[in-house]
């Protein structure tokens, strides 16, 4: 599966539509907003200036030529002041006064009253090449309108008002985008790459390299995850290992023996042995056909303990008496050894809840190793000490060890150290794995300290009986 740069170019992509998006609205809407208040605004003033107009000279205007000069001269003086245009206009559209001519204009289709608003932005009946805003006023006596006082101004002023306004926004805009773009920048580095890797991980893990490393080390999810995916390869890359070579070791160890036995029996068959010495070769091929038929049940019972839900039938016993039971089997072996086993046993009798049947196996493997891998006269200690609500059971020989890098392995199935392969023809290399299989599935642990040339020990745990004390 090719990997295109979506993520990155959909984040980039939404990245410019919030861009535009926010100009454009920030452009027609906003800008819409703005200029309809600074006009309000503005007639507001203008409607304030207008109503005095027509309060103060309304009334004059109608009284005679001189009253209507005089308020004219008035008109032209608040004109300077507030910068804006005065007329005063008929009901009918005549012009009657304005500060600025003398011209009797008169608007056609001039209704202040069909607007709908005490203000209008236009060309004023094309009076003006430009927007104005116009801002009315009526003049009333006895209870009828008899003009309208209009004060005018250009929208320019107002139109600029609104450019200054949107440029301060757009500036701000701009560097409200720009910090945002650190949120990009900060997105490339804490998730994007990270990803990135993970992602050249997975497919190098598809591809069966378990060993890639993705080199993501952050302690933050992205670290996280990249480190759990790393281990998951290792730990898939490790049991592809390890069923690799427990199939070898299968096939070899089953090879061996049927190699000699096809050999001894080949050569009994054409006469390279003679018949006085076939009996002879007949043990060893029948010693032979003993350990395959070890290995067999060893292989059956590892898988029938694998299998879930391994059917335990726990019962209290005292660990000590199972201990000095096993020990008296072996006494033959340790005689022909000169080995002696020396028990440091915690009290008279030590009770544990465990599979009586499968704790007296796990103690005579760890014995029968430490046999097998001692010295001659040397001594093998066993040991049972109380902690809290365990029992721990060590088995300590003073022989030729395990080194370090094998001690990991010593548990799985067929391993066998290149130390004990030389000395040890029988061994199975499954006594350990099974070992390990009971105390899990009793909940307990199997530990081992070992030093090579000096010696093995290994420490087991079991649960103490909560039902008799002593
Ligand atoms: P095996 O049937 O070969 O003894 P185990 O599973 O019991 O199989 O042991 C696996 C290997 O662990 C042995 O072959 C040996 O190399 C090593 N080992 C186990 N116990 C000891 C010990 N007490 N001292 C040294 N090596 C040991």
New binding site residues.
Partial sequence: MKLHRTLYIKLILAYLVFFLLSFIIISSVNGRMILDDLTRTQAESLYRESRLVATTYGSDIYKGIDARETALQQLKAIDTYISAEIRVIDPAGRQILDSRSESNAVFEDFDPAAIGSYYLVSDFYGTFDEDYLSVFYPITSRYSVRGYVVIQMPMSAIYASRDRLLNITYFTMFFMYIFSLSVMVVFTFAVYLPMRHITLAAEEYAKGNYDYDPNVHGRDEMGYLGGTLHYMASEIGRSEDNQKKFIANVSHDFRSPLTSIKGYLTAMLDGTIPPEMHEKYLNVVLNETDRLTKLTN?LLELNSLNSRGMVLSITDFDINAVIRQICETFDVLCGEKKISIELILSGEKLFVSADMGKIQQVVA??T???I???HSNSIIKIETTEKGDKVFVS?K?S????PSD?QQL??D?????????GK?K??????????KEILQAHGQNIN?I?TEGV??E?IFTLAKSKNIEE
């Fill in positions: 060893g493997n760890l029968d190793n430490a097998k891998f001692s088995v020989d022989g030729i060890g395990i094998a010593i548990f199935r067929f391993y066998k150290t290149d130390l004990s392969r040890d029988k061994g199975t290399g499954l006594g350990l794995a099974i070992t081992v070992s010696g093995s290994f």
